[in-house]
């Protein structure tokens, strides 16, 4: 085998310290802020979106619930009506999640009465 004279040897390499190598410049640390600001940007061209529909909604018409009756903007009573879908959404999901923590810590009090 023949040593090419612009290489290091073996030995050499595993003498020497290694060397720090960086991250590649294409990844980037995410931070919190960062995060937060990106979901204020969304969230503010949802509500640009929002307002835009509920301008361009604007006929009149008659809505219906539980019995009563009235008239409201049609961009306004969709808007409410996904307000109350997201409200049900919350209210079952807040169900689930109490759930679950309760079965967690009933589970870890069997786990604390078991070892004892």
Request: hydrophobic share 50%; proline share 3%; no cysteine.
């Amino acid at each position: 085998m023949v040593d090419n004279p612009g290489r290091a040897s073996d030995s050499d390499a595993t003498s020497k310290k290694p060397t720090r190598r960086l991250p590649p410049k294409s990844v980037r640390a995410t931070t919190r802020a960062g995060v937060i600001w990106t979901f204020t940007i969304v969230a503010i061209v949802v509500l640009i979106f929002l307002v835009i529909f509920m301008m361009q909604n604007q006929a009149q018409a008659t809505v219906y619930f539980l019995g009563l009756q009235g008239q409201m903007a049609l961009g306004v009573s969709m808007l409410l009506a996904a307000v109350g879908g997201a409200v049900v959404v919350a209210i079952v999901a807040a169900v689930r999640i109490i759930q679950l923590r309760s079965r967690g810590s009933a589970t870890a009090k069997r786990a604390d009465h078991g070892e004892k």
